[in-house]
């Protein structure tokens, strides 16, 4: 079993930056890979940046060139700098680790962008 925990969302203006974390704890061992995914408003989940097995980073192309992901890539805690934020970012970003067996889902944490 492995236990998410998200932080660092918040308010802040188009254009501005925000980083969030996530740590992870638990049966890290178990742990592949990790990554971030968001919930948006009239949206469907989907990944915002993610480690792949074949030892790559995947980002999705509305953020591309903006968002990056860091930290190890099995774990236990990883980082996403989102620069540039747009509007369209504003969201509930959550975390997600993956082992052979599982995907697990930290709460989530909220990010707002103004105009």
């Known amino acids: 079993q492995v236990q998410l925990v998200e932080s660092g969302g918040g308010l802040v203006q188009a254009g501005g930056s925000l980083r969030l974390s996530c740590t992870a704890s638990?049966?890290?061992?178990?742990?592949?890979?990790m990554g971030w995914y968001r919930q948006t408003p009239g949206k469907q989940r989907e990944s915002v940046a993610t480690?792949?097995?074949?030892?790559?980073?995947s980002y999705t192309d509305s953020v591309k060139g903006r968002f990056a992901i860091s930290g190890a890539r099995s774990g236990p805690t990883v980082y996403l700098q989102m620069n540039n934020l747009k509007p369209e970012d504003t969201g509930v970003y959550y975390c997600s680790a993956r082992t052979r067996e599982y995907r697990y889902w930290g709460q989530g944490t909220q990010v707002t962008v103004s105009s």
């Open positions: 480690y792949t097995t074949g030892g790559s980073i």
């Open positions: 638990g049966d890290t061992i178990r742990v592949i890979t």
